[in-house]
């Protein structure tokens, strides 16, 4: 597998943990008090997040794209459905 579909399914699962997480678990812990769901998914997002990060560094180096938007890439796995966005605009240009 490339480099860059290897990031692509990282960057796709790493938007789906954060939107799960933010939109599924956090709600449930402070309307019913419940943890569990938040640290079901919370360890997850942690390893997905790291991993995007690091791809974004190594991807940085070996294509052009990412060193002319290397912040905006990397900005997007803080931001809700950025890094779908990342994702979809990798799959158009490869």
Known sequence: ???LTIFRVIAFLEGLS?????FVGVPLK???GDVTLVKMLGMPHGFLFMAYIAFVIVLRFDHK????HFILIALASII???TFIVEYKLRKIS
């Open 18 to 22: 954060y939107i799960l997480l933010l």
């Open 30 to 32: 402070y309307m019913n």
């Open 80 to 82: 809700p459905f950025g």
């Open 65 to 68: 794209w990412f060193k002319k």
């Open 1 to 3: 597998m490339k480099t």
